[in-house]
């Protein structure tokens, strides 16, 4: 398959994740995901660099043009290694949550790991659209709709119904949260900053 055919092929399982059934192993699903952000990761490399050109040339400077260039190598990297290390994270505390803790999920990590995989595709494929100015606010859409996906997915991967596979991303996701908020007022204390900001 071409790298275009990859992203249609992706954004057809984004338009239908009723289709996110395949059964995959965590390399499996690792491979398909560096097939599928192959085009997304060149969109985003030329849009980083475009704009960093043109910015720095209207301001008359080389600042914004090694900003593009900076921002492009941190695009690759992103993608490369960030994108999957978040993923495999993911997966292991929605696992350990909904499925350890709570008894919800009913597969192993592989079809946790396939799931949030899938769920990722809405933002991964439209990533690019952060480096243009206004149409990066779009973003937000495709962060909801990565949400639904990744619920969707869930759910075929699981065998479980849609109501129980929401249950387990959004008790993981409180749980995340709170854990995020102690971290950071402990943090701040930690700092002596809590006194300035009255915790």
């Not at 995901?33 to 301001?59: D, E, Q, T």
């Not at 909904?98 to 009913?106: R, S």
């Not at 387990?168 to 204390?189: F, P, R, S």
Request: hydrophobic content about 60%; proline content about 3%; charged content about 10%.
């Amino acid at each position: 398959m071409s790298i275009l055919d990859n992203f249609k092929e992706a954004l057809g399982r984004c338009t239908n994740p009723n289709k996110n059934t395949g059964k995959m192993e965590v390399m499996d699903a690792l491979k398909y995901y560096y097939r599928v952000m192959i085009l997304p990761m060149i969109v985003s490399v030329v849009l980083a660099l475009i704009f960093g050109i043109f910015v720095g040339s209207a301001l008359g400077g080389v600042g914004s043009i090694f900003g593009g260039v900076v921002t492009a190598v941190i695009a690759v990297v992103y993608f490369i290694v960030l994108i999957p290390i978040g993923l495999l994270f993911s997966a292991a505390v929605l696992q350990l949550f909904a499925k350890m803790v709570f008894g919800i999920y009913k597969g192993n990590y592989s079809r946790t790991f396939t799931a949030v995989m899938f769920g990722a595709l809405p933002v991964i494929l439209f990533y690019w659209l952060g480096f243009i100015p206004v149409l990066g606010m779009l973003l937000l859409v495709f962060g909801l709709w990565s949400i639904y996906t990744t619920v969707v997915s869930l759910s075929k991967q699981h065998n479980i119904s849609l109501g129980k596979a929401f249950l387990g991303w959004i008790i993981t996701a409180v749980i995340l949260a709170v854990i995020e908020i102690v971290l950071v007022v402990v943090g701040l204390q930690a700092f002596g900053l809590g006194n300035l900001l009255h915790l």
